[in-house]
Structure formats: C-alpha cells, structure tokens
Nanobody, 127 residues
Framework: QVQLVESGGGLVQAGGSLRLSCAASGRTISSYAMGWFRQAPGKEREFVSVISWSGGSIFHADSAKGRFTISRDNAKNTVYLQMNRLKPEDTAVYYC????????????????????WGQGTQVTVSS
C-alpha cells in the first residue's frame, strides 16, 4: 500500500505562486507514474500534470502549460507541482495520485488508471 499526503496548498492572490508537495510512504514510488489532478466545486475531477517514473515524460493540461511544472525526487519519495501565475480558475482541491503499474514510459492522463490517491489540498486563488 502507498499513502500519499499532499501539502503546500493555501490562499494566494492572482498572479502568485504555490508549490505543492506529495510525500509518499509505505512503498517506494520510484517506478510509478505520478499525477496531479484537481476538482473545483461543482465540476468533475480533471488532469493537471503527470510525470513518468523516470521523469522523462511529462504532460500538462492546456490550462497548466507554461505556468505549472511537475517534478519528482525519487530519493525523497516525493512529487512536486510548482504553480506560477495562478488564476482564480485554478481554485480547486488538488490531488496527488500514483499509478502502480511499474515503469510506464508514457504516464496516463486518465485518473481511472491511478491506484492511489491522497486526501487533497485546497488551493484558492483570489482575484
């Protein structure tokens, strides 16, 4: 079993930055693709950014391109999401997820392929 704990959310003004962290425990995630997803009130969960086990393959949603950066530190069993130039429409609960199929070269952007999820961290961007 893998436990994922997100941190780093909070309230920020539009144009500001936040860095989310996802710390894994219970098992190493070094061979797992990892992803960040978000869910805004009244909306379905959506993919934000995903990264392959090696870090060599990364995808961002169009809404995140040019503003968000996903990275991982396998030695620390941690994944990060650096969010810059935040907008009010980025307001959501952000979830970290792990795909336990080992060493996928292409990380999936479909949440249904991720086995483990954190409890989420709230990000609120004020205008």
């Amino acid at each position: 079993q893998v436990q994922l704990v997100e941190s780093g959310g909070g309230l920020v003004q539009a144009g500001g930055s936040l860095r989310l962290s996802c710390a894994a425990s219970g098992r190493t995630i070094s061979s797992y693709a990892m992803g960040w997803f978000r869910q805004a009130p009244g909306k379905e969960r959506e993919f934000v950014s995903v990264i392959s086990w090696s870090g060599g393959s990364i995808f961002h949603a169009d809404s995140a391109k040019g503003r968000f950066t996903i990275s991982r530190d396998n030695a620390k069993n941690t994944v990060y999401l650096q969010m810059n130039r935040l907008k009010p429409e980025d307001t959501a609960v952000y979830y970290c997820a792990a795909d336990s199929f080992p060493r996928k070269q292409v990380p999936s952007i479909r949440g249904s392929e991720y086995d483990y999820w954190g409890q989420g961290t709230q990000v609120t961007v004020s205008s």
